[in-house]
């Protein structure tokens, strides 16, 4: 008998990572994207749009049709948007990053909540930028702090059910590319850290991030329901360190 998990954002990136992980591990992976398809025969892919919240419900539906239960949940699917500052960034813009970022995932735990699935553990993937306040990172640091946020309300409403809003630490994906290759480092100097990370141990592959994510699933349990953690503090405790002392809290 398989375990199953949830995963949205599962053509490429750390999605891609984590279904690949939770597949050799034995799981059944339901997973959505707009783009990908399922690539192995323990899975099912559906095409989602999850800018389009009037479409999620059906989604859903027919992605878990049938499903009584999921061992994981990990709500990875997400958006950069551009780094600029907040003045320069429009309403029309930090709307379609929340509408992705955090509504879409409140949708989708509705349903679960509501369909009555029953859901050990989910995991909401959050970022760094949530706490860092990092200039640039403004909309995208916005709704990853309302996603954290989010995860702490449904603890409330779930206690059968164990929730985290995690920061993956830096991942080598498209997200990374455009941050190291197409912002301008001199208007947004947190981009520095980021690059100077590239080829070294702190930027892991997709892969690597996501068999950290997976062997961290027991330990997070450790905490409370609807905490933010960041696996460096876990993994990479003097990485984690250095960051938190150059962040401008
Ligand atoms: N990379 C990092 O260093 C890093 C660090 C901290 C946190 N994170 C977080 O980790 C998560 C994954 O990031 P990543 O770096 O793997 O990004 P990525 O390579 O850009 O992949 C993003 C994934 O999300 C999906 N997605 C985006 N918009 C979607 C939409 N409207 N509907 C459905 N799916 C959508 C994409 O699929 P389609 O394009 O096929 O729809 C893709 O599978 C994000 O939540 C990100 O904020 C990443």
Known sequence: M?????ITGVSRG????????????????????RTGQAFHHNM?????????????????????????????VILNAGILGDIKDMSDTSVEE??????????SNKLILDFLLRSDIHVKQILL?????????????????????????LGKLYAHEMPATHISA??????????????CNDVDGDAFPALQRLKDAQDTDSMQTP????RKIFEALPALKDFA????????KIFSPDEYTDLMKAAKL
């Open 2 to 6: 398989h375990k199953s998990a949830l």
């Open 14 to 33: 750390l999605g891609r990572g984590l279904a690949e992980v939770l597949i050799a591990e034995d799981y059944f992976v339901y997973g959505c994207s």
């Open 44 to 72: 099912r892919h559906i095409p989602c749009d999850l800018s389009l919240i009037d479409n999620i419900h059906r989604c859903f539906e027919s992605l878990l049709a049938d499903v009584q239960s999921l061992d994981v």
């Open 94 to 103: 930090l709307e379609k990053m929340m509408t992705t970022n955090v509504w």
């Open 125 to 149: 993937i959050s970022s760094g930028a949530a706490v860092l306040v990092n200039k640039g990172w403004g909309g995208y640091a916005l709704s990853k702090a309302a996603l954290n946020m």
């Open 166 to 179: 995690i920061a993956p630490g830096l991942v080598d994906t498209d997200m990374m590319d455009y941050l």
């Open 207 to 210: 892969e690597v991030a996501a």
């Open 225 to 232: 329901s609807g905490s933010f953690i960041d696996l460096r």
